[in-house]
Structures are given as structure tokens and as C-alpha cells.
């Protein structure tokens, strides 16, 4: 929990990042504002909104731009993701006031976006017939913008091939079993968290998890025999 | 409940929710026990937790620095109804401007933040009536202000209610209101350029030194998200060994002392505020003071338990006057990279290797020179293969063991490979400072300063690809961004060797021709130098 100093106290009218962000602050400064002339209303309502996207961005931004980045591979549409979650945010807060609710839901928007993304480029690719399908294989499917930062460190060639391989395998995967995947592994959700994201029961949630496994341990072998050839 | 172990086909189904830790008892006790008397299903789950472990290592990454401007502007203009947007699908241009960086934009864009001085000229009789109306209401005004203010004599007097906004908003904001009080002032007020995400403008205000009324300063506080609290900058036409609001915590805090460029930082203490840590520095003709509330007030002002305000402290100061433009930057191509770097035993000095590296083609070369810059010998290194040729005998040997085995840095270790891969997390902290375009190549490079860094330390960057393309620190300077406590990310001056005083990544096409260029024509096997150590 955050605490406030002497002066935040008296003067804020901000939310903290804690867990009680959404409805304590809008709370503390509606109480505020019903005390204040009510020609600030407008403004204060403006003021009251930003500080509360700015803590849900605060607290969440990094977690989903992570998250859309592992999808996408790249940082312009992992910013194009994150930015347009968090203006639906706008919209939404007044039913987001149960702050474990929100991680979900921003997640599920997040996952939407990323998988129109996916199949876009998956559809653009066809039409162009530079490749075939995410799951064809090819080195042409590596086509798409990828900016995983590939280590050279101390343990050097190989940690560079590793993580190479990781990203090319994820995404190789259908974008429905990829993101299954990045959300358990990658971003450390429950199989009830990605549930709720997904839209699907628990026991469906363990299923897909599963096959997304087999699908990546699939391609991660296929590169390397690749690789090998 | 059975005593029978649970058969294979029973477990199956349960391997993967086993390795995630995601059954509940006494199913859990179960699957456990079938797996520890089953080598094919341990195998499983073992499978499934390397798969996760892979996965896991995925980076981190984060959002540019003008994503949250991006969403703060859409609220405002959508207004209280929201704004409908229902997918990226057909979108037709992308949401956040990707044009040449704000300062690459400067000559042909009024830059956000005006220096203060003197209004434009009306061109009327009239109109040039009204600045002096103006400027007699403003008197009157920061008179009675004042007159209110100054009995409590509260630093940083929130005039305004906080109102969170873009940065480029909040810093219009706050130069529009300290413009407004210039004349009251005998100096010329500097602003900051680097504000926290979430910053809010709360007010700004004039009070009269209690030893001397004919000086007056100006108060001027922000609301700040992270950590909770308030940032404030007074800004007096005395020297700081002279102003009675801080006195100075001598060697008490060297965690708070700072420099870039010419203006030294030292830390302190407001005495009317319960002893709020703060940091003040002389800047010709007046003087600055920032505070901010810790997170920890009981604990040391640079305590690792306020890092954060430490951390907005140092910005906010560094910025005070300086060009900071939001940026955003992505790790170098590593794969696709020719790598250079040069490190030393000792920072800037010492024994020290120049290291070029092809990790396409496996291959590394490596100069090693003594404390007076002589070749001592070269290793060629490919794949697990190391011949070290002894320039100045004409002599080389075969080395067993391969680069791993020589102890010495071939490679960049990852701590500092981290530091390339999350440049972005750096540059939205602003912990990473632009700093234009490098003059020495103002077409190729943008520097950027990592200003907590303990030595004066320079990012480059491709202004075309945004991709890092260099690094660089100068031991030589007496400059100490980060303060002498500072954490490393480039500088190792501890663990030998690994004082990096260059890193280059060049497009495997334009490194260097030769440098990896090998042959032992003229040199016969023989005896080569030990390894050189620390």
C-alpha cells in the first residue's frame, strides 16, 4: 500500500495503484467535487477520469504491453494494443469498479486485439502468397515483424538460438492456442484467470493449455531439424 | 478413497495441471504419488514445466513513452459518452505518430516548452495597455496571495486543484502560470522538462524571503502518482548556503547527489517540513530546491526504500532547463549484428580487450593489450576452436577448452544484454535521456544519457530503425550522473573484466573489413601468452 505524505494528502485527489484504485479514488474525489462550486464539475469529472486511467495504466500498462509483445513480436503493435486497451478503459470504468475483474478484462481486450492482429497478417500473407498459413512451416512464415531481443551473452550462441526458436515456434502456433499459452507461461495467469479471459470453463482452459504445449513443443522441435538440415 | 495407486490412464489427464501446481487435494496427493513411481508420466510433467520455463523467458517490454498521452488525449476528446472503437480491424492509420522524434521535429515545430521571457510585443496602442492591466491585476493578486500564503509560510502552496494530464499539458500548464508571476522575480525561473507519468500541475506562487523581503521566490508543486505524494521546486535569488528553507545534509546522503553537465546537486533537508529530504543546487545568480515525499520517511533520504522518489528527484532535476523529449528505442539486432566492444580491468585504464563478435557465423576475434596499449596477443574463435597468435614472436598455439574456457570477456555478460533488451522500460522510466542527434553523425545516431549511471554514459540509437547501435562511457569525466551510490548497468568497475568503455553493434555488412580476417602465414607453433587476468 502506498502512503501519502502530508501534502498528497491534502492535495490529491488521485488514485493509488493499489488494488482499491477504481472505486476508492472516484469515490474521494466525488466527495470533492459535490463540495466545490459546481462550475469545476465539468473539469473535475475530466480530472477525475484521467487519474484513474493513469493509475490503471500505472498498475497495468507493462503487464499488457508484455503481453502483446510476446504475441506480436514487435514494439509499434504492442503500443497500438496497449493504447487502444487502455481507451477502452475510458469507457468502462464505471463497470470495472471490482479491481479483480479488471486484470481480466483488460487481458481479454488485449487478447482480442492481438488475434485480429494475428490472423490479419495471417490472411495478408495469403493474399500476397508470400506464405502459405501460421502453421505451414516455412521460412517465409517468419516474414512477420519480430523484434525479440536475442541475447549474445556470456553463455552467448546458444541463448541467442534458444529464444529465437521460442518466438518462431509461438508463432507458428494457431493464435488461439499461442495466446492460451503466453498468458499461463509467459504472463503467469491461473488456468481460472485465463478462463475468464478466454471466455471458456476452467477444465477447457487445462485442455487448450495442454494442447497448446504439444502444438509449441511440436514446432520447437521442427526448427531445430530444421535448422539442423 | 482407495488405497490402489492410480493407474497411468487416470494420471494423464492430470500431468499438466500437476506440473502447474493447479490441483487441488487429494487429487494432487494422487497424480504426485503415480508420477514418483512412474517414469514416463515424471517425463511428462517434466516436459510440461520446461515448456513453461521456456516460454517464461520470453522478454518483458514496455510501452513507449507517448502511448499514455495517446490514451489521455482520446478520453478528453471523447468526452463523458466514451470512446467507440470495436477492433483494430480496418483501422486506417496507426493511433500513436510515428514521425521522426520530437527533437528531430524541432525546426519545423514550436517545441512544447517555451523558454520564459518577456511577452511578444502588442501591435496597438490598446493593446499595449492591456499587459500593464494585466500586470497590475497579477500584483494585486500575488500581493493578496502572498499576504496569505506567507503567514503560514507553506512551501509549495497548492493554489490550484490537481489535474492529471499529458506531460506536454502539465509542463504548458506550469510554464503559463510561472510566466505569469516573472515579474515579481528577479531572475529568470528555470523549469523542468521530465515530469512522472501521471505528473498534475497543483500551483505556483511567489513568497518573500523572511531574512530580506526585497527577494522574492517562487513556489511551484505537482501531485505525482508513483510514489503518492508531491513534488515541489522553489526556485531564490539567494545562494542555497544562504536560504533558510534547506540546509544542507553534507556527506549525510551521497545517494542524493548528483551531476550532469555543470550544475552540482547536493542533498538536504527542509527544516520547516519536519526535515523532507531534498536536494538544491547553486545556478548563477539564484538557486533551486526540489523535495519530494519519500516512501519511507523514517529511513534515510536515499534509503533503497525510496528509490522511486530518489529516482523522480533525479530526473526532475536533471531536467530542469535540459531538452527532454519522449523517445522510444528497441534492442539492437543482435543476431544480425556484428558486435564491438572494448573493456578494461580497470575503468578506463588497465589491460584491455577489443573484442568484435559475429554470432551468425560463430565467430569472434579478440585483441588483448597491456596497461601501456601493447598487443599482447589475438585469439581467433570459432565455434568451440581458439588459436591464439603471439604478434610480436610470430608464434601461436591451439587452446583447449574453447572461448568459455579463457576467463575472459568474449562476450557481453547479460546483465548488460538485459540492459539492451528493456531499453524501452529505461526510456519510459526516463531513466535513459535524449539527447539529439549525435553531432558527430547526426544522420545515424541519436545520443541518449543514462542519467543515473555513476559515469557519464551515452546510448546511441538508429533514428531511422530506433534500434540501439551503440554504447559508450567516459571514465575520464568528473561528472557523476547517478551520484557516487549509483547502481551500474554498464560499468562494472567491481567484477573484473568488465569495465565496458565501448559497445558498437554494426550491420553485419558494414563492420570493419578484416577483422576477422585469420591466418597463421609467418608464424610457427610456439609458446603464447597466459591468459591476461586482473
Redesign the interface.
Known amino acids: 500500500m502506498?502512503?501519502?505524505?502530508?501534502?498528497?494528502a491534502?492535495?490529491?485527489?488521485?488514485?493509488?495503484?493499489g488494488g482499491q484504485l477504481v472505486s476508492g479514488a472516484r469515490d474521494q474525489t466525488r466527495e470533492r467535487a459535490t463540495a466545490e462550486a459546481p462550475v469545476?464539475g465539468a473539469?473535475?469529472?475530466?480530472?477525475e477520469?484521467?487519474?484513474l486511467?493513469?493509475?490503471v495504466?500505472?498498475q497495468h500498462?507493462?503487464a499488457i504491453?508484455?503481453y502483446a509483445?510476446?504475441l506480436l513480436g514487435n514494439?509499434?503493435d504492442?503500443?497500438?494494443?496497449?493504447?487502444?486497451v487502455?481507451?477502452?478503459v475510458?469507457?468502462?470504468l464505471d463497470q470495472l469498479r471490482d479491481p479483480s475483474r479488471l486484470r481480466p478484462w483488460l487481458y481479454r481486450i488485449a487478447t482480442?486485439?492481438c488475434m485480429?492482429?494475428l490472423r490479419?497478417r495471417s490472411r495478408t500473407r495469403r493474399i500476397f502468397g508470400v506464405a502459405i498459413s501460421l502453421d505451414g512451416g516455412s521460412d517465409a512464415d517468419d516474414t512477420g515483424p519480430h523484434?525479440?531481443?536475442?541475447?549474445?551473452?556470456?553463455?552467448?550462441?546458444d541463448g541467442?538460438a534458444?529464444?529465437?526458436h521460442?518466438?518462431r515456434a509461438?508463432r507458428r502456433m494457431s493464435p488461439k492456442y499461442a495466446t492460451c499459452?503466453?498468458l499461463?507461461?509467459?504472463q503467469?495467469l491461473?488456468?481460472r484467470e485465463i478462463a475468464e479471459i478466454l471466455n471458456i470453463t476452467p477444465g477447457a482452459a487445462?485442455v487448450r493449455?495442454?494442447r497448446a504445449?504439444d502444438m509449441?513443443?511440436r514446432q520447437?522441435e521442427a526448427l531445430r531439424e530444421e535448422e539442423l538440415r | 478413497m482407495s488405497d490402489m495407486p492410480m493407474p497411468c490412464r487416470e494420471a494423464t489427464p492430470y500431468l499438466a495441471a500437476l506440473a502447474d501446481d493447479e490441483l487441488a487435494e487429494p487429487l494432487r496427493g494422487q497424480v504426485a504419488a503415480h508420477v514418483a513411481g512412474c517414469a514416463v508420466c515424471a517425463a511428462e510433467v517434466r516436459r510440461h514445466e520446461s515448456i513453461r520455463a521456456l516460454v517464461g523467458t520470453l522478454p518483458r517490454s514496455a510501452p513507449s513513452p507517448e502511448v499514455l498521452d495517446q490514451v489521455l488525449a482520446a478520453s478528453r476528446s471523447a468526452g463523458p459518452s466514451g470512446i467507440v472503437r470495436e477492433s483494430l480491424r480496418g483501422r486506417q492509420k496507426r493511433l500513436v505518430p510515428r514521425a521522426l522524434p520530437g527533437f528531430l521535429q524541432a525546426a519545423t515545430a514550436p517545441p512544447v516548452v517555451r523558454p520564459i521571457g518577456p511577452p511578444r510585443r502588442p501591435r496597438s496602442a490598446a493593446l499595449r495597455a492591456l499587459p500593464a492591466l494585466a500586470a497590475a491585476l497579477l500584483i494585486t493578486f500575488s500581493v493578496v496571495a502572498f499576504s496569505r500564503f506567507s503567514a503560514s509560510n507553506r512551501f509549495g502552496s497548492h493554489s490550484v486543484a490537481p489535474t492529471p494530464q499529458s506531460l506536454a499539458a502539465v509542463l504548458q500548464t506550469t510554464q503559463r502560470a510561472v510566466e505569469s508571476k516573472r515579474g515579481a522575480l528577479s531572475f529568470s525561473p528555470v523549469l523542468p522538462t521530465y515530469l512522472p507519468a501521471g505528473a498534475a500541475f497543483a500551483g505556483a506562487s511567489i513568497g518573500t524571503d523572511p531574512v530580506d523581503a526585497s527577494r522574492h521566490y517562487v513556489d511551484i508543486t505537482w501531485t505525482i502518482v508513483l510514489p503518492a505524494s508531491t513534488l515541489h521546486l522553489r526556485e531564490s535569488p539567494l545562494p542555497l548556503s544562504a536560504r533558510s528553507d534547506f540546509l544542507s545534509a553534507g556527506p549525510a546522503n551521497p545517494g542524493l547527489t548528483w551531476s550532469l553537465g555543470q550544475y552540482q546537486w547536493s542533498s538536504g533537508v527542509l527544516p520547516s517540513q519536519n526535515q523532507r529530504c531534498a536536494i538544491g543546487a547553486d545556478r548563477g545568480g539564484y538557486s533551486v530546491v526540489l523535495d519530494v515525499g519519500m516512501q519511507s520517511p523514517g529511513l534515510p533520504c536515499d534509503s533503497s526504500d525510496n528509490a522511486k522518489a530518489i529516482n523522480v528527484l533525479r530526473l526532475a532535476s536533471l531536467s530542469l532547463g535540459a531538452q527532454y523529449q519522449p523517445f522510444s528505442a528497441l534492442p539492437p539486432d543482435l543476431i544480425a549484428s556484428v558486435l564491438h566492444f572494448r573493456a578494461s580491468a580497470v575503468p578506463g585504464a588497465g589491460a584491455s580487450w577489443d573484442v568484435y563478435a559475429d554470432p551468425a557465423r560463430h565467430r569472434t576475434s579478440v585483441t588483448v593489450r597491456d596497461d601501456h596499449g601493447a598487443v599482447v596477443y589475438v585469439d581467433h574463435i570459432s565455434g568451440s576452436d581458439v588459436t591464439r597468435l603471439d604478434p610480436a614472436a610470430h608464434t601461436y598455439a591451439t587452446l583447449a577448452g574453447g572461448a568459455g574456457a579463457l576467463g575472459e570477456p568474449v562476450a557481453l555478460p547479460g546483465d548488460v544484454i538485459a540492459f539492451f533488451n528493456n531499453v524501452n522500460a529505461f526510456l519510459s522510466a526516463g531513466e535513459l535521456w535524449t539527447l539529439g542527434p549525435d553531432t558527430a553523425d547526426p544522420a545515424h545516431r541519436v545520443r541518449l544519457a543514462l542519467v543515473g549511471a555513476p559515469y557519464p554514459t551515452t546510448l546511441y540509437v538508429d533514428p531511422v530503425s530506433r534500434r540501439v547501435v551503440g554504447a559508450a562511457v567516459d571514465y575520464g569525466a568528473s561528472s557523476r550522473p547517478g551520484g557516487p551510490n549509483a547502481a551500474s548497468r554498464l560499468t562494472q568497475a567491481t567484477a573484473c573484466p568488465s569495465a565496458f568503455v565501448t559497445i558498437d553493434f554494426f550491420a553485419a555488412g558494414k563492420a570493419p573489413a578484416g577483422v576477422f580476417d585469420f591466418s597463421t602465414a609467418g608464424y610457427t607453433v610456439g609458446q603464447v601468452p597466459r591468459t591476461i587476468g586482473c
Open positions: 502506498l502512503r501519502l505524505d502530508a501534502h498528497a491534502s492535495a490529491l485527489a488521485l488514485p493509488s495503484p469545476t473539469a473535475r469529472a475530466e480530472a477520469t484521467e487519474a486511467i493513469t493509475a495504466y500505472g500498462a507493462s504491453h508484455s509483445f510476446r514494439q509499434e504492442a503500443d497500438d494494443v496497449t493504447q487502444e487502455f481507451i477502452r475510458h469507457g468502462r482480442n486485439l485480429d492482429q490479419r523484434e525479440f531481443a536475442h541475447p549474445i551473452s556470456s553463455q552467448a550462441i541467442v534458444e529464444r529465437d521460442i518466438a509461438l499459452l503466453v499461463h507461461s509467459a503467469g491461473s488456468y487445462a493449455l495442454a504445449r509449441f513443443g520447437y
